[in-house]
């Protein structure tokens, strides 16, 4: 019976745990993770959760029963604490608490910490970031009081905190370096639509500029933000401010193992390490052979922690085929729900079907008149024609693919 270790007690790890329950794994499972919460769902964390319309409690994996099963065969032995090394040669992790794990297998599931950002400043109270539930507590009671916050970072992330910010009311100003709002997720059109989307309900956007420091603030405001653009500079006086560029992946538990890479943990198709054939990785952590698109990806979205898994706790079981995610994410602002398909930098042309200044639109994106991916705004039922025509050319000259009268579904 072989000893499975898990290291990371988000969604992926979680998931690993409980579907290795489902699938008749009797072994020990032991899931290790420095939250205090159960497993848990974070897409909430910068909407629902923000706007009072769901619980911490709503967001965890499962009911809290499957962790109170306690650690026989048919429960998870939970250990509060952070991996702090592993002895590859003896299949060894120590963690912070003092306590030494043995398994068989190990599955690296430790997402990644919200990216901090060097910048002077960055220390003061006021100064937030978001990752977990209780960062989402904090940001939420802190929105109570503050009438301003500014966002730095125009990412998928920041754009969302900026949405349900200023739907409680609070005058939102968000700061880019790049030049236009979350370029890593969408292509330019629809990154121009969503700025649109968020100028219309006041948020005020600033793109091309470098936060140069934070300061305590004047006016009554807690906290002031140096920025310039094009050598001129400029200070916006707040209560609070979001510090949303991105995650990072600690990995230093692993040094001298060959396992990290140098941004997350390399596995092949089968989620597993080059460097150690036990061990897997699932969820945003793992750079995973995509057959799709025969390179190492790394996603950092919902469906891929889910299916990736599921995915993991089969091959631990003996599946054989490889492990192939289409990439998809969605997000929710203002009430529009936009789902991206594919690598949006893939593609270089973008076909909008429909009217993308005011939705529902479906924009499809190609290279070589392939289609590489898409995204949908307010327009989700175009999702699985899509997925279904990645990598392939669409059955009809451009112009019709321009017409939204003509359903994707026929393309396919
Ligand atoms: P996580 O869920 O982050 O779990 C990793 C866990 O490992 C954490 O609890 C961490 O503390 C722990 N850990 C790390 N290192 C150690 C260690 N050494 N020892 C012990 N424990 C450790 N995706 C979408 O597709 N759509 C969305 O709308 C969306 N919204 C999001 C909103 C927010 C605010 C956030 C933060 C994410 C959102 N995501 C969204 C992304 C999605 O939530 C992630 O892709 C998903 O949580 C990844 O799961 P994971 O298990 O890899 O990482």
Not at 173 to 194: F, K, N, Y
Request: proline share 5%; aromatic share 4%; hydrophobic share 45%.
């Amino acid at each position: 019976v072989s000893r499975v270790a898990i290291v990371g007690a988000g969604h992926a790890g979680g998931r690993v745990a409980q579907h290795l329950r489902a699938m008749g794994h009797d072994g020990p499972i032991a899931l290790i993770g420095d939250e205090a919460h159960v497993p848990y769902e974070r897409p909430a964390l910068s909407k629902e959760l923000l706007l009072g319309r769901t619980s911490p409690d709503d967001l965890a994996l499962t009911p809290h029963t499957f962790w109170t099963r306690g650690s026989g065969n048919a429960g998870v032995e939970r250990h509060h604490a952070r991996a702090q090394r592993l002895i590859a040669a003896e299949r060894r992790l120590l963690l912070d608490n003092g306590v030494e794990l043995e398994f068989d297998q190990l599955i690296i599931a430790t997402g990644g910490a919200a990216r901090r950002f060097a910048l002077e400043g960055a220390e003061l109270p006021g100064v937030v970031y978001l990752r977990t539930i209780d960062d989402s507590l904090a940001l939420k009671e802190a929105l109570r009081s503050a009438q301003s916050l500014a966002i730095i970072g125009a990412g998928v992330i920041g754009m969302e905190v900026a949405a349900s910010a200023s739907e409680l009311g609070v005058s939102v100003t968000v700061l880019e370096a790049g030049d236009r709002v979350m370029a890593r997720s969408v292509p330019p059109v629809v990154s121009e639509w969503i700025a649109a989307l968020h100028r219309a309900h006041g948020v005020a956007i600033e793109t091309g500029v470098r936060v140069e420091a934070i300061s305590r603030g004047t006016g009554g405001r807690a906290l002031s933000v140096l920025a310039s653009r094009e050598g001129c500079t400029s200070e916006i006086n707040v209560d609070l401010v979001l510090i949303a560029v991105g995650i990072e992946c600690d990995l230093t538990f692993l040094d001298g193992t060959g396992i990290a890479g140098a941004a997350g943990v390399p596995v092949d198709a089968y989620c597993r390490s080059p460097a150690a054939p036990w061990c897997y990785a699932a969820g945003d952590v793992a750079s995973t052979f995509n057959t799709h698109y025969g390179r190492n990806v790394r996603l950092e979205t919902w469906r891929n922690a889910e299916n990736q898994a599921r995915a993991v706790a089969e091959f631990i079981l003996g599946r054989t085929d490889p492990y192939v995610e289409i990439p998809w994410m969605w997000t929710d602002q203002f009430g529009h729900n936009i789902q991206v398909v594919g690598l949006p930098d893939t593609g270089d042309t973008a076909i909008v079907r429909g009217n993308a200044d005011l939705g529902p639109a479906t924009v499809v994106l190609l290279r070589d008149g392939r289609v590489t991916g898409g995204v949908m705004i307010d327009q989700g039922r175009d999702r699985r024609y899509l997925e279904a025509l990645l990598g392939r050319a669409p059955k009809v000259p451009l112009e019709q693919l321009a017409d939204p009268a003509m359903p994707l579904k026929g393309m396919v």
